[in-house]
């Protein structure tokens, strides 16, 4: 048993964190200020004698005691994200720092929750760890970018100056139960349209492509890439390289939820990224990780859990 810290610990991929760590018989610090994530999302924990929550902004020093790190903290929906850009880049650069100089004074393994966004508008596909990117610098996008993309340098400047031991974990899009309801990501938004016989809002002309992970494959990922030796920093892209275009994703969707929904097109926004999909050779070989559960089966599950909070009953809690 240790005790880990989650920075960001009551938003959609924290509590899966949280819930995980305390089945495994860890003491879990949740750290978070409540900014995307919500008490309701760790409500079930809170009589656990090994967890605590202390509501704290991570762009401040945080003196605490902990084993090991995992940096989840940041809004990761781009309205969220673009609500207070100033704000994100605090979060990122000031929030990295601040846990960067925690896990120095512990000597704690520390990861970071990084993004396939610090690939941009990818000029390469799929994209491998060691593509540089393709980032707009000053775009709407970019306080996110960006500021994920000095989070990493700072988490490899600590490493090569203070010997840290740390884990970049390349997330790319990542669905389930908790996601929130109404942060515009494309598929807690198709899938509440879908229910609630709303038209479906595909922005472009539905061509433009990602490749969806399931929380529960992403969760395992992060907890065997933190048990790696020291040797192992990453970046390592962590996703699920089944591609899909929102085209599919909404048919699909639609398919699911036996809905009436009509399909209607919504202005692309400005930088959206053509394609996505990672390359997750590096993740098979150093983790011996690759995703379980597919689109499908994925799907189904969240579609559940929405199911359950729109007709008010307790959603499921399994991921
Ligand atoms: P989320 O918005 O649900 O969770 C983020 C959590 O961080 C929230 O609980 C929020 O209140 C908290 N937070 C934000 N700013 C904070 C601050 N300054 N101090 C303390 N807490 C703060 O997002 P998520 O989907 O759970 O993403 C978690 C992490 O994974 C993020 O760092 C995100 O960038 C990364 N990520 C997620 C995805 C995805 O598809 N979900 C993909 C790539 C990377
Ligand atoms: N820090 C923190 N908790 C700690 C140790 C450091 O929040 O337990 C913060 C500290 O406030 C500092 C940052 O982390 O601003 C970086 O720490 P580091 O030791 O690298 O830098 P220094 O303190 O030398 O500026
Ligand atoms: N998208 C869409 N309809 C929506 C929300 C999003 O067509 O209601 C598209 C969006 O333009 C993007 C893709 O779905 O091409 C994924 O969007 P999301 O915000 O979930 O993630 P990200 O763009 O950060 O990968």
Known sequence: MSRVLVTGGAGFLGRHLCARLLAEGHE???????????????????????????????????YVEVDAIYNLACP???????????????????????????????????????????????EIHPQTEDYWG???????????????RCAETLFFNYHRQHRLRIKVARIFNT?????????????????VQALNNEAITLYGDGTQTRSFCYAGDLIEALVRFVDTPDEVTGPVNLGNPEECSMRALAEQI?????????????????DDPRRRRPDITAARTLLDWEPKTGLREGLTQTIEYFDALLAGRSPARRI
Do not use: W
């Open 134 to 148: 393709h980032v707009n610098p000053i775009g709407p996008r970019s306080c996110y970018d960006e500021g994920k």
């Open 175 to 191: 669905y389930g139960p908790y996601m929130q309801q109404g942060d515009g990501r494309v598929v807690s938004n198709f899938i």
């Open 254 to 270: 639609l398919d699911l939820t036996n809905s009436r929904s009509p399909v209607v097109h919504r202005p692309l926004p400005f």
């Open 76 to 122: 990761a929906s781009p309205i969220h994200y673009q609500h207070d850009p100033v704000q994100t880049v605090k979060t990122s650069v000031h929030g990295a720092i601040n846990v960067l100089g925690l896990a120095k004074r512990l000597r704690a393994r520390v990861l970071q929750a990084s993004t396939s966004e610090v690939y941009g508008d990818p």
């Open 28 to 62: 879990v610090l949740c750290v978070d200020n409540f900014y995307t994530g919500t008490r309701r999302n760790i409500a079930e924990f809170l009589n656990d004698p090994n967890f605590e929550v202390l509501r704290h902004d991570i762009c401040f020093p945080l």
